[in-house]
């Protein structure tokens, strides 16, 4: 007999849900398209924190009533990389298309860490078409992943693969690792360190070679480290070069690298988190040339891309080799060559996650949306702005630039006594005024003004408003120390 007892999670009356859902998505496109009315960031309140202290709910609350909630208390508050002023860290501005994208995709609840379905084939074709973009091989796989610090594990593993084969899966650090060494420049990012350690070599085998006045990795240097390496005893088997630092932005030689791990016999990997994308760019991507002869390379569709968080992806040319490092073999993971459990290899035979949400969607509607010549073309306006920045810093006295701009990452500083603490504080107070918000690094031991223009939004306006804000914050507190007994 039916338990009247059992009900469903949906919703009692679907024409009120109904209502109520075209409301919320309103305000959203409304967020979005009022964006520059509001603050990059603003503090958050302490009664506003502390409507995220209460005790888990037993007794439902009315969707409108939550909704008032998130309108309240989440919106205004976030870390503000949809707007124009944002230019803090490394963050995509996201679209509406992929807002749109991302709602029909957590509608469809999809699973796609295997099994035959057709979100599979949709995250296929964009592995189709990363193979295109980087001239990699047709058998080359690829995989979406949370971001890139994930796509750079996923590639250190695989590069571990293709030097101690699959044995280390089944008896990991009882039996030794040896003396396996891998090489990044300096300006690396932290998150390659943080592989080498999960990956059980420890980050103290990634070896950092030092840069060149551009901020990329000194060729020359790299190639005797690795000699003076192998006289000793260890043994390279990985060098890591960036297409696009997260500090300044600065492209390694990839091509000079490529050579050097061809002559070594070690796994070529690139870190191209960002940058790699400048593939899009006609005007960026000859800066790239090597990136296409890389073993494996890391990407976020979430940054350069502005693709909604997340969506990072890592590409392999050995798709054995990839197999290898993360197929797994289960009765409940049964393949078949026909029904629900056929269309193998699946996604979750090329990294950690057996549930996997449906990134792709989201990614494939704004690559066909937009089409690559116009995401192409952003790529290119947001380099623009930063040498536009460039050029304003240069020709103000109290500024200065403390390292090359490459692509679209400019670091500076106000000339000032005691510059790092006025620096900082000119920092923390942008932020704070909310009408652009930059971040600060440190370049040579130097405090550095850090603006990252990723966002398709930022225009003339906002590194106008940057500059005139830097200078005017940077005079207040130089003055304030003068007049300080």
């Known amino acids: 007999m039916p338990n009247d007892d059992q009900h469903s999670l949906d919703p009692e009356d679907w024409s009120i849900f109904r209502k109520n859902s075209h409301q919320m998505l309103d305000d959203m496109i409304d967020y979005i398209k009022d964006i520059r009315s509001r603050p990059v960031w603003q503090p958050i309140p302490n009664q506003v924190r502390m409507v995220f202290q209460e005790s888990l709910p037993i007794l439902p609350t009315d969707l409108q009533e939550i909704h008032k909630i998130f309108l309240e208390s989440v919106l205004p508050y976030s870390v503000g990389n949809v707007h124009p002023g944002f230019m803090g860290w490394v963050h995509g501005g996201g679209t509406p298309v992929g807002m749109i994208a991302e709602m029909l995709a957590a509608g469809l609840n999809a699973n796609v860490g295997g099994r035959d379905q057709i979100p599979l084939e949709v995250e296929r074709q964009i592995v189709h078409w990363m193979r295109e973009l980087f001239c990699f ?12 610090s994930m796509a750079n594990y996923i590639a250190i593993l695989v590069a571990r693969t293709s030097k101690t084969g699959t044995h280390m899966r089944q008896t990991g650090l009882q039996e030794s690792l040896g003396k396996w060494v891998a090489y990044s420049s300096q300006a690396v990012h932290s998150c390659v360190s943080r592989a080498m350690d999960f990956a059980g070599f420890g980050s103290n085998s990634l070896k ?5 006045v551009r901020h990329e990795i000194d060729i020359q240097s790299l190639g005797s480290l690795i000699l003076q390496d192998k006289k000793e005893g260890l043994q390279p088997f990985l060098v890591v070069g960036s297409a696009g630092t997260v500090d300044t932005g600065a492209i390694d030689d990839l091509q000079a690298l490529s050579e050097i791990a061809k002559r070594e016999s070690i796994w070529f990997h690139v870190d191209g988190a960002y940058g790699a994308l400048g593939m899009l760019a006609k005007e960026i991507a000859p800066r790239l040339k090597g990136i296409e002869l890389a073993d494996s390379i890391a990407l976020d569709f979430h940054k350069w891309g502005q693709v909604p968080y997340d969506a ?10 990839h197999w290898n490092t993360f197929s797994t073999q289960a009765n409940y993971l049964q393949r078949e060559i026909r029904g629900l459990a056929g269309n193998s290899p699946w996604p979750c035979d090329f990294g950690p996650d057996l549930s996997r949400g449906f990134r792709a969607l989201k990614t494939w509607f704004t690559l066909k949306v937009y089409g690559t010549e116009a995401l192409g073309k952003m790529i290119s306006e947001t380099c623009k702005l930063a040498h536009y920045l460039e050029s304003k810093i240069i020709s103000e006295e109290q500024l200065e630039i403390l390292a090359p701009v490459s692509l679209n990452i400019v670091c500076f500083r106000y000339r000032a006594r005691n510059s790092d603490q006025v620096n900082a504080n000119i920092v923390m107070d942008l932020q704070e005024l909310g009408q652009v918000a930059p971040s600060s690094t440190r370049i040579h031991g130097k405090l550095a003004i850090r603006a990252a223009i990723f966002n398709h939004r930022t225009s003339f306006s906002e590194i106008d408003t940057l500059v005139s804000s830097v200078l005017k914050i940077g005079k207040f507190y130089s003055e304030q120390k003068k007049n300080e007994p």
């Open 312 to 321: 990072g992806f890592v590409l392999v040319r050995d798709p054995i080799l």
């Open 208 to 212: 950092k070679v030092s840069v060149n």
């Open 137 to 148: 091989p047709e058998h080359a796989s690829g995989l979406f992943v949370t971001g890139s």
